[in-house]
């Protein structure tokens, strides 16, 4: 078995989101993304090809959608489960502390 | 886009483990399990087909391999790759409040 800890590897100066890949394999990528008061540039929406399960672990953050322009403020323990396409962009993270997020990419499901 | 929070939704009493389905997807299933102090029965071991990466969101617990007879002592954040088959059991979980693991089942990757 492979361990870690998601509160771990942390640096101490992060002039850009941390992104580490916990897992990858053919249909399945775990990432952990730690965000200090960092936000997608302006204009900028994220357009993917993979579903995308993501969970608050630390911290709080804004998450904007682009369908409705929903914004979703995000505490910990809360989860989203963004589908492909589904434009979307971090409207900003909290800068009183780090924003550690837990995401998983997989296959679009042909049969939902 | 779907939204729940890991934290909701657990009820006051739990004679058992307390299992919840948020993604389930032909190649994936992403699991919360609430512990409340409950552990796997004497002499059972879990050996599974898929893959499960698992994270241990709040509580401690204890995980027991029977390759090496290695026991990890899991607390906040830490999170454990078990292959498939690979032999395995909850020896304990906190006693002192609950126990939240997520768990990630996927299809074991042919090419690792």
Redo the contacts between chains.
Sequence with gaps: ????????HIPATLPDELTDT??S????R?ERIVSRGHASPPGFWYEQDSDE?V?L?KGEAGLR?ESGDRL?HLT????????AG?R?RVEWTSDAGDTIW?A?F??A?Q??
Excluded at 1 to 8: A, E, I, K
Excluded at 76 to 83: C, P, S
Aim: hydrophobic share 50%; glycine share 8%; charged share 20%.
């Design positions: 078995m492979d361990t870690g800890n998601l509160f771990q916990l897992v394999g053919r249909q399945l775990i399960w969970l672990v959608f979703l910990e323990g809360m989860h989203v489960h963004i589908r589904e979307h837990l998983v997989h296959e499901d049969a939902r």
